[in-house]
């Protein structure tokens, strides 16, 4: 082999050494980027993923029972218990479940307690009692109640809501205020009287 032959083959040694080490020789042109593979997606993954993109991060909050369904439910519960009153309807296992409920709930809404407290100070005021905020209360007799009234207490009680709860109260003592303030009514026909605070039992210090 001459001279020229063996310089060629050392040239390629070379070049075969830096290509296993990752390298090329100055000379050579960097290798183009290989194309991105495209994602081929089908109908329903594009669909879920404008979903994932609409849909909060949080959960929405439960759909409440619609108007119509607790309208049928009160229709059955009257239906099944013909001889029951207002007081004695909320001790139905199907309404009693419900009214538990709800009034956890509104157990844990201070606004919504604060609607209640503050409608029945109003009341108290425009009945002549006298005192500070919370010194009344109301005092609701139900077992009167006739069957239309009857209806819409289970309704707001069936709905789980507790703003449709306070919002029946709000609207009794409303009605009530002008029987026990003008009218001189200690208990108006809708069963609403208001009444002061018991005052609290004192604890006597030992000595």
């Given at each position: 082999?001459?001279?020229?032959?063996?310089?060629?083959?050392?040239?390629?040694?070379?070049?075969?050494?830096?290509?296993?080490?990752?390298?090329?020789?100055?000379?050579?042109?960097?290798?183009?980027?290989?194309a991105p593979t495209p994602v081929v997606m089908s109908d329903g993954k594009v669909e879920a993923a404008f979903m994932d993109?609409?849909?909060?991060?949080?959960?929405?909050?439960?759909?409440?029972?619609?108007?119509?369904?607790?309208?049928?439910?009160?229709?059955?519960?009257?239906?099944?218990?013909?001889?029951?009153?207002?007081?004695?309807?909320?001790?139905?296992?199907?309404?009693?479940?419900?009214?538990?409920?709800?009034?956890?709930?509104?157990?844990?809404?201070?606004?919504?307690?604060?609607?209640?407290?503050?409608?029945v100070d109003l009341a108290a005021q425009f009945t002549g009692l006298d005192g500070p905020p919370g010194s009344a209360r109301?005092?609701?007799?139900?077992?009167?109640?006739?069957?239309?009234?009857?209806?819409?207490?289970?309704?707001?009680?069936?709905?789980?809501?507790?703003?449709?709860?306070?919002?029946?109260?709000?609207?009794?003592?409303?009605?009530?205020?002008p029987d026990i303030s003008f009218g001189g009514m200690s208990r108006a026909p809708n069963g609403v009287s208001i009444v002061?605070?018991?005052?609290?039992?004192?604890?006597?210090?030992?000595?």
């Open positions: 082999m001459n001279t020229r032959n063996l310089h060629r083959v050392a040239l390629l040694a070379a070049a075969i050494a830096l290509a296993a080490c990752g390298k090329t020789p100055e000379t050579a042109a960097p290798p183009a980027p290989a993109v609409l849909t909060p991060a949080t959960p929405a909050a439960p759909v409440p029972m619609a108007a119509a369904e607790v309208n049928e439910e009160v229709l059955a519960i009257l239906a099944q218990n013909p001889g029951l009153n207002a007081t004695e309807l909320l001790s139905v296992p199907a309404v009693n479940q419900k009214l538990a409920s709800i009034l956890t709930k509104l157990g844990q809404d201070k606004a919504l307690q604060g609607r209640i407290n503050s409608t109301l005092d609701l007799d139900i077992a009167k109640y006739d069957q239309a009234r009857t209806a819409r207490m289970l309704q707001a009680v069936l709905s789980e809501d507790p703003k449709q709860l306070v919002g029946f109260l709000v609207g009794e003592i409303g009605e009530a205020t002061p605070n018991a005052p609290a039992a004192k604890t006597e210090q030992p000595e």
